[in-house]
């Protein structure tokens, strides 16, 4: 199956710093990109979908300030958490679908623990 | 409105019976479902792939079937195993399209006692 690689998978950040996360495609190229947050036990939430060369599309309720997309390359979408708080503490994780493949592969997720 | 529902938050079985999951689901009209398998602290990994015209699908230990006059899928898990324990989500493409984000269920975390 493809591989979507995404990092950090666990970072601690104080709270007012901004923190980038990465998803890569390894193996396909991927025009569109889609990160979910997920609070324990909880399933997961669509943050926005990332789409290489134009922005990202926002979920209603989500930040787009505060949660800044960029997908760069066909390969490449990165999510950064800027002015972090603790109540941004969460496990984020992305996801790509290949071309013409109906099933997603995700990333290993990040932990995000702000203090 | 439009809901994917996993109506069993958890689920604990013993090792060796077959475990039965369901993912209903209200004013969709899927192409196909599927099923991902989420350990703690993982990303979601792909299971199996169901389509609207199939009735049933099997890989290994592990059967899903899809009835679209119920709106409802059921994922099974023969033999269990210990090694089976985790959330289990259902999905859906909404747009059938391929280019839009999956929809998923709350999943169903389960347990399988040794």
């Known amino acids: 199956g493809a591989v979507v690689s995404q990092h950090p998978s666990r970072v601690i950040c104080k709270s007012g710093t901004s923190v980038k996360i990465e998803c890569r495609s390894l193996?396909?190229?991927?025009?569109?990109m889609f990160w979910y947050r997920q609070f324990p036990k909880q399933s997961l939430m669509l943050m926005a979908t990332?789409?290489?060369?134009?922005?990202?599309?926002?979920e209603q309720g989500v930040e787009k300030d505060k949660f800044l997309i960029n997908h760069a390359s066909l390969t490449l979408s990165t999510l950064t958490v800027t002015s972090a708080h603790p109540e941004d503490s969460s496990f984020y994780i992305c996801?790509?679908?290949?071309?013409?493949?109906?099933?997603?592969?995700f990333g290993q997720g990040t932990r995000l623990t702000v203090v | 409105s439009q809901k994917i529902e996993q109506n069993s938050e958890a689920l604990n079985i013993q090792e060796g019976k077959t475990a039965t999951l369901t993912c209903n689901y209200t004013?969709?009209?899927?192409?196909?479902l599927q099923w991902y398998r989420q350990d703690p602290g993982r990303g979601p990994v792909f299971l199996l792939l169901?389509?609207?015209?199939?009735k049933e699908k099997r890989k290994e230990r592990l059967k899903v079937t899809f009835d679209t006059t119920l709106k409802q899928s059921l994922f099974h898990i023969t033999a269990s195993q210990p090694a089976d324990s985790a959330t289990y989500l259902c999905a859906l493409d909404p747009s059938n399209s391929g280019n839009t984000p999956l929809v998923f269920g709350k999943g169903t975390r389960l347990s399988v006692i040794a």
């Open positions: 169901i389509r609207e015209n199939e």
């Open positions: 004013n969709y009209s899927p192409a196909y």
């Open positions: 193996d396909f190229q991927a025009t569109t």
């Open positions: 996801s790509a679908r290949p071309n013409g493949i109906p099933e997603a592969f």
């Open positions: 990332s789409n290489e060369g134009s922005k990202a599309t926002y």
